[in-house]
């Protein structure tokens, strides 16, 4: 039985050596391509400080567009610092009347924290399709769990401001509409696929470049 247990504690420090770190950070090398589990590391001796810092935060997006919004991100591709650290942060930027229109991130949960101006957000669960809203101002937090669709809406008249935090190096966006409306996937598809009308179909494809 004594035998037993020194086995089981012997077992259970190997199997937590194992998922241990064997080193402080692994700054993205952005010249190599990326893998599932991020980006090579740069060697050690060549990281800066540079590396842990972003300073591409500091100023609005540029909301002229069909969104009137605008996300900046620091993730991994921008920001090599957060490379295997799973966290990573954008800006988002929304005028008046502007929208994050329904999307996920596949690979990460979302905090948002609204900086100014007031934003009404929403989620829906994927288990009995719920919708989740709340209007948020200036400090509210609120909290988008990976995978599920959610939008962010500037509910105020004037712009609004809020930073997301992901729990993810690269949380991936796929923006519903432009998953339908912005590639070649064929109009009488997705009519069959979405129970839109043809006419309503073709008309978002010209407005986000959809083509068939
Ligand atoms: C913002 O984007 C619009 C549309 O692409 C462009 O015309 C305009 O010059 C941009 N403004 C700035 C300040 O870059």
Do not use: W
């Not at 988002?92 to 924290?113: N, W």
């Not at 719920?130 to 948020?136: C, E, G, I, N, S």
Request: hydrophobic residues 45%; glycine residues 10%; charged residues 10%.
């Amino acid at each position: 039985m004594k035998m037993y247990l020194h086995y089981f504690i012997l077992f259970s420090l190997l199997a937590a050596a194992s998922t241990a770190l064997v080193q402080d950070f692994c700054v993205a090398d952005l010249s190599l391509p990326a893998g599932p589990a991020g980006y090579p590391c740069k060697k050690s001796s060549s990281v800066t400080a540079d590396d842990f810092a972003f300073h591409g935060l500091a100023a609005a997006g540029n909301t002229t567009n069909i969104i009137s919004a605008a996300v900046t991100p620091a993730f991994d591709g921008q920001f090599p610092g957060v490379n295997g650290l799973g966290v990573s942060i954008a800006r988002l930027d929304l005028a008046a009347g502007g929208v994050i229109p329904i999307h996920t991130h596949p690979a990460a949960s979302e905090i948002l924290v609204v900086i100014e101006g007031t934003i009404c957000a929403g989620l829906i669960s994927s288990f009995d399709n719920v919708v989740y809203l709340k209007t948020l101002f200036k400090g509210d937090v609120m909290v988008f769990p990976q995978g599920l669709l959610h939008f962010q809406i500037n509910s105020g008249k004037t712009p609004a401001l809020a930073y997301v935090s992901f729990s993810g190096q690269n949380p991936g966006l796929q923006i519903t509409d432009f998953a339908l409306f912005a590639n070649d996937f064929p109009t009488e598809l997705v009519a069959k696929t979405t129970f839109l009308d043809v006419a309503q179909i073709k008309k978002l494809k010209g407005v986000l470049g959809g083509t068939k």
